[in-house]
């Protein structure tokens, strides 16, 4: 498929540098980019040129790169101009190549034709995004692992799996008098087992990714003095937020990324949870609670030299959170044999004490990263496809273990296959795809 429009962009970041690149893609790249260094291009080498204006006078000279339609990054002719890495002089190419006759390209836009060329699936394209803006080691590493394909082609395995079922049954339809048994004496039910099972692995890795790429959220939720406030300051390293032995210091959600053992952290600092009659306060605690609603963990700090009150069970119970860390705060103010929870975790921000404890509980919940090679990133998005895809085929398994009956098991299964779909684009709605490729930086 080709556009009708040639497309350019300054594709290096903004700012000064030794070289910036202006990336042209489209049926026009090549003439315009002729037109801009006054000769010819041959493809697949890298040719020294001078770039001129209007009035033929050079704007800058570097480097130029022809790849021809289809060994190209987005399957059309592409060209890269790599001049000198100056702001002005990336401006006046652009305007340049536009005057001949390119556009500006749309955010995303070159990984959008990618996709559209057969280049690379969605996940793929998603995956170049994710690997230019990873956090950590352990991220770029994942994202690169599906833009090698890995999680695409386990989602493909799937896609296979399920269809391959879907048309022995749908066979088995078709003798309709014979369905029953057809099906009964079949593997059918193993079959669907084995995807079922594939699928729940997939999905738990998919979700390590997703951590991975929108780091793993935290909240530090406690009564007011707990310390909330000086373990984000400790784990961020400076003073984000504002410490004060005055009860109710912190009103607004504090938010900080921070990378643990190569984990992403997105922690989230809130107001001491009480009953209050000032406003403010009680905005702040309306926004702890909802802070604490959307994350992943709760590290619940309780002050150690008062322990553990009627009030924190209060709120312990109200938090009702599966993934809580109880952690006392302020141990270097108690004597070891003063512990009233001789199993708890006790942690001080002037010592540093049981900190590495507290890491390793709250990385412990996402896999070792750095560890674990199969891990590839994923999206939100993806998480939702195969979550849908996973209830469809439990539900294919119910259907076929109480009725054996084969239509309503092949109606589940063609809806698992369009959910998985989704996910490498093969079944995509105009909608999200622009959504996708809108995140995407300009020049990608
Ligand atoms: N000795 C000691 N004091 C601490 C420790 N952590 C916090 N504090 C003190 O406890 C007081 C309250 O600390 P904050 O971090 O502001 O507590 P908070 O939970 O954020 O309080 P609010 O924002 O009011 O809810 C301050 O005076 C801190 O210096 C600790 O590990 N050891
Ligand atoms: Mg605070």
Redesign the pocket.
């Known amino acids: 498929m080709t556009s009708p429009d040639t497309i350019a962009a300054i594709a290096t970041p903004p700012g000064t540098g030794g070289i910036g690149i202006v990336r042209l893609s489209g049926t026009q790249a090549l003439a315009i980019a002729e037109k801009l260094c006054q000769s010819r291009l041959a493809p697949g080498s890298i040719q020294f040129r001078s770039f001129t204006d209007a009035a033929g006078v050079a704007i800058d000279h570097g480097l130029c790169l022809f790849f021809k339609s289809p060994h190209s990054f987005s399957g059309e002719d592409c060209v890269e101009i790599q001049a000198h890495g100056g702001p002005i002089v990336l401006d006046m190419l652009l305007e340049r190549v536009c005057a001949l006759g390119a556009r500006l390209a749309r955010a995303g836009e070159f990984s959008e034709r990618a996709f559209l060329n057969g280049k690379v699936d969605l996940t793929q394209a998603e995956a170049i995004a994710d690997l230019i803006e990873s956090g950590s080691r352990a991220a770029s590493r994942a994202a690169m692992r599906s833009l090698e394909g890995r999680f695409s082609q386990q989602v493909n395995e799937l896609v296979d799996a399920v269809v391959e079922l879907r048309a022995y049954i749908e066979a088995a339809l078709d003798f309709a008098e014979e369905e029953i048994d057809f099906l009964a004496n079949s593997d059918v039910g193993q079959r669907l087992d084995a995807t079922l099972n594939q699928l729940q692995t997939l999905l738990l890795h998919a979700e390590q990714g997703r951590t991975l790429q929108e780091g793993l959220a935290v909240a ?1 939720a ?13 784990l961020a390293g400076y003073e984000a ?11 607004d959600v504090l938010r900080e990324h921070i990378s643990l053992r190569g984990i992403p952290i997105r922690i989230n ?5 009480r009953e209050s009659d000032n406003p403010v306060e009680r905005e702040g605690i309306r926004r702890a609670w909802e802070s604490i609603g959307q994350a992943d963990a709760v590290i619940y ?1 309780v ?1 150690a030299t008062k322990g553990f009150t009627d009030a924190d069970q209060r709120i312990v119970e109200e938090l009702g959170k599966t993934r809580l860390h109880l952690v006392y ?5 108690l004597a070891a044999d003063h512990r009233s929870d001789p199993q708890g975790l006790y ?5 540093g004490s049981g900190m590495d404890l507290l890491i390793d509980r709250i990385t412990g919940q996402a896999a070792d990263f750095n560890q674990d090679n199969h891990i590839f990133m994923a999206r939100r998005r993806h998480v939702d496809a195969l979550q849908r895809a996973l209830h469809c085929l439990q539900q294919a398994t119910r259907s076929f273990a109480t009725s054996r009956s084969g239509e309503l098991v092949a109606e589940d299964l063609r809806a698992a296959q369009q959910s998985l779909n989704e996910i490498t684009g093969e079944f995509t709605s105009d909608d999200l795809l622009g959504k996708i490729f809108s995140s995407f930086c300009i020049g990608k």
Not at 269 to 273: E, I, K, R, S, V
């Open positions: 530090l406690g009564l007011p003095n707990a310390g909330k406030s000086s373990l984000l300051n400790y937020a504002i410490v004060t032995e005055i009860e109710g210091t912190t009103r600092d809130t107001a001491g949870l700090l002050d705060s302020k141990s270097d103010l942690l001080s921000t002037l010592t």
